[in-house]
């Protein structure tokens, strides 16, 4: 039997156990990981070296390290860094890395896809 109650209990000074202290890193570096991914793939793209990519590369970047990414998130994405409704994303738009990174830091992204076991 779990006694769950124990496993988020905080002490006195509000710190919690070192379960979900544990699942907590395991989270930052799962998403550090991630955005380190996203980072080299988008970069990857950019054959110019202008720090602009097309809203095409873009998605060819996620299917290089997350071909499970519904297009729908990554459309949401794209959006939200280009400030208009993800409906309105055209494939030939030109997007600024740095912009959609910092897009990405302030959202909640995870891997779609499952890493190889290597």
């Keep these: 039997m779990i006694e769950y109650i124990n496993i988020f209990a905080e002490d006195e000074e509000g ?3 070192d379960f979900i202290e544990g699942v907590r890193d395991q989270h930052l570096t799962d998403r550090e990981d991630y955005i380190d ?3 080299e793939a988008l970069w ?3 054959e110019e070296d ?3 990519i097309s809203v095409q590369q873009v998605s060819q970047a ?3 390290f997350d071909r499970d990414k519904p297009y ?4 949401e994405i794209l959006g939200r860094t280009l400030g208009m409704p993800a409906a309105k994303v055209k494939p030939n738009k ?4 740095p912009a959609i990174l910092q897009t990405i ?7 779609r896809t499952k890493k190889d076991a290597s």
């Design 62 to 64: 996620f299917e290089s």
């Design 105 to 111: 830091k302030g959202m909640s992204v995870h891997r």
């Design 50 to 52: 202008c720090g602009e």
């Design 94 to 97: 030109v997007v600024a890395i």
């Design 72 to 75: 729908e998130e990554i459309s």
């Design 15 to 17: 710190n919690q156990g």
């Design 37 to 39: 991914s996203l980072e």
């Design 44 to 46: 990857d793209q950019d």
